[in-house]
């Protein structure tokens, strides 16, 4: 990582909480390491990076993130291996991308040398929270709210950066039951689908809530103006295999460009797996499923890393994926995981020791 000359003020934790946690039954993102970060952004400037025991804190109720859902986040994770050394996956990707959809929120964009010293110096404090071992981790949510004072509707004149983390386990390790959407929509052209903003994610939890109330896990959103084309999940970027080609669509302004996703599409390509990056039409998908060319749908993010999805719903007719042998589903999320516990060669130099 960079080398930098800012250093957080550090407060440490007096008694560390990790006694207290069963490690071996995590609900995904309830429990939260003993450190937090927090910056605050006055008069045109990020001020000096804090690290404090994670725990609550004041704003006041008018504060504009309230109102008007100026927040954005990202999500990644640190790994630890064999060796006791605590790893981060293409941190510089989601360090980017934070600032791509703070830009989009007019949010103002975070250094890269304020978030690589206080994301390394919350790590080696709080290194006993990333647990070894197959699928265990520390989630990692850095994210920004807008915290000036005032319900006018304008963007705010204050920011506050933080980070916190979580300890977590093989997630959504149970394969999923998806619809395809056909009323709402996730994302508009020209809108925000593309940015990790927090209203994207408010505004998915209804229609999942209609689709959970039929049998369903989640949504596979469609494009709002046509639904004719399959997108993403509301978390996960979405793969389809037919027959031997691997098939996803690609990222526009209503997609996220997911890290996970892209490091696929290299994987894929690295093993000789023809990928096709054009947009997926719900038609040409549900066609594969009757004639038993659809091999296999899955999603792809951060949090669960590969998913493996066991059919879909589209008209109201329930499509059952069928069960082959070897997975690219499988073989994805495993080639993946080896890199990230520093299990092998790491041809693109895509992890990153993290102090
Ligand atoms: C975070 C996210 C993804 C996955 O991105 P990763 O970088 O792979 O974690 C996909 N779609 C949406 C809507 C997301 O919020």
Aim: with cysteine.
């Amino acid at each position: 990582m960079n080398n930098t000359d800012i250093q957080p003020d550090i407060t440490e934790i007096k008694n560390s909480r990790i006694d207290q946690v069963d490690f071996s039954n995590l609900q995904f993102g309830k429990v939260n390491a003993d450190h937090m970060m927090y910056c605050d952004y006055i008069d045109g400037e990020w001020q000096t990076p804090k690290i404090v025991p994670y725990g609550p804190m004041e704003i006041e109720p008018s504060a504009k993130v309230f109102h008007y859902g100026q927040a954005v986040f990202e999500g990644m994770k640190a790994f630890k291996d064999e060796n006791d050394q605590v790893w981060l996956f293409r941190p510089e990707q989601n360090f980017e991308r934070i600032n791509k959809s703070s830009k989009r929120l007019a949010i103002p964009e975070f250094p890269e040398d304020y978030f690589f010293a206080s994301l390394k110096k919350l790590l080696e404090l709080d290194k006993d929270w990333v647990k070894k071992g197959e699928g265990n981790s520390l989630y990692i949510r850095p994210f920004v709210i807008a915290t000036e004072n005032g319900v006018s509707a304008s963007e705010s004149d204050r920011y506050r950066f933080m980070i916190i983390t979580c300890p977590a386990q093989a997630y959504y390790n149970k394969p999923i039951k998806v619809i395809f959407a056909q009323e709402y929509s996730r994302a508009a052209d020209g809108g925000v689908g593309y940015a990790k903003a927090a209203g994207n994610y408010g505004a998915q939890f209804y229609p999942t809530k209609l689709a959970k109330a039929k049998g369903l896990d989640q949504i596979i959103w469609t494009d709002a103006s046509s639904h004719e084309y399959l997108e993403e999940a509301g978390t996960m970027n979405i793969f389809f295999r037919v027959g031997d080609k691997l098939l996803t669509a690609p990222t526009n302004d209503r997609i996220l460009d997911g890290v996970t996703r892209k490091s696929i599409i290299q994987l894929a390509k690295d093993n000789d797996i023809e990928v096709v990056v054009e947009k997926v039409s719900v038609k040409e998908i549900v066609n594969a499923a009757k004639s038993g060319e659809l091999k296999e749908i899955f999603g792809a993010g951060t949090a669960a890393t590969v998913v493996r999805v066991e059919g879909f719903e589209y008209d109201d007719v329930y499509h059952d994926l069928p069960i082959v042998d070897e997975p690219y589903g499988t073989f994805f999320k495993k080639s993946l995981q080896d890199i990230q516990y520093n299990r092998v060669e790491d041809p693109h130099g895509w992890t990153v020791k993290a102090f």
